[in-house]
């Protein structure tokens, strides 16, 4: 079934996985206007993630729809409309996205239990169309999280405060700002 040698399949997948793919590039630029900051595919991540943004712990994969099988129904096998499976070779593309869609979900949840947020940007949310709201939403979604990872910092407090009962009220207002 597979007539590629290992260099041809290296080649081809270092195509279809291009670092500076289209979509990449739209969430790169769009997140960067709106002064979020990012590293490139951190190698040292499960899954390779586009873009790490470490204030946020977070990881951001953008996914073609065809390769990670958007919306598919896996196990019926339904089409989705930005993910078609091919009729020609039928049991291939279904083999392949099934084992893409389970990487990933893999990747993501190692990647969680380290303690990192994943967000995942489709191909389909970032045409013309919708990209700005697909933007928006994802830095809505940062930001969110920034928040909550924050307010975690202030719900703990109570306990500090009960060890170190004899903080004045001053200082305690002070500490409470922070
Ligand atoms: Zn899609």
């Given at each position: 079934?597979?007539?590629?040698?290992?260099?041809?399949?290296?080649?081809?997948?270092?195509?279809?996985?291009?670092?500076?793919?289209?979509?990449?590039?739209i969430v790169r630029r769009g997140l960067w206007k709106r002064g979020f900051r990012y590293?490139?595919?951190?190698?040292?991540?499960?899954?390779?993630?586009?873009l790490?943004l470490?204030?946020y712990?977070t990881?951001i994969?953008?996914?073609?729809?065809?390769?990670?099988?958007?919306?598919?129904?896996?196990?019926?096998?339904?089409?989705?409309?930005?993910?078609?499976?091919?009729?020609?070779?039928?049991?291939?593309?279904?083999?392949?996205?099934?084992?893409?869609?389970?990487?990933?979900?893999?990747?993501?949840?190692?990647?969680?239990?380290?303690?990192?947020?994943?967000i995942?940007v489709?191909?389909?949310?970032?045409?013309?169309?919708?990209?700005?709201?697909?933007l928006e939403?994802i830095a809505?979604?940062l930001?969110?999280?920034?928040?909550?990872?924050?307010?975690?910092?202030?719900?703990?407090?109570?306990?500090?405060?009960?060890?170190?009962?004899?903080?004045?009220?001053?200082?305690?207002?002070?500490?409470?700002?922070?």
């Amino acid at each position: 079934m597979d007539k590629l040698t290992v260099q041809q399949r290296h080649a081809n997948m270092a195509a279809i996985r291009s670092k500076d793919t289209k979509p990449e590039m739209i969430v790169r630029r769009g997140l960067w206007k709106r002064g979020f900051r990012y590293r490139l595919n951190h190698k040292r991540l499960p899954g390779h993630p586009d873009l790490v943004l470490r204030k946020y712990r977070t990881c951001i994969f953008v996914n073609g729809c065809f390769w990670h099988g958007h919306l598919v129904n896996m196990e019926h096998l339904e089409n989705s409309q930005c993910c078609k499976i091919p009729k020609t070779n039928h049991d291939f593309w279904v083999a392949k996205i099934r084992r893409n869609k389970e990487r990933d979900k893999e990747e993501q949840r190692r990647l969680a239990e380290m303690g990192w947020h994943c967000i995942t940007v489709w191909e389909c949310e970032l045409k013309p169309s919708k990209r700005e709201e697909t933007l928006e939403s994802i830095a809505f979604t940062l930001n969110h999280i920034w928040l909550q990872d924050h307010q975690a910092c202030v719900i703990s407090y109570p306990e500090i405060e009960e060890e170190e009962i004899h903080i004045p009220i001053a200082a305690e207002s002070n500490l409470k700002q922070e």
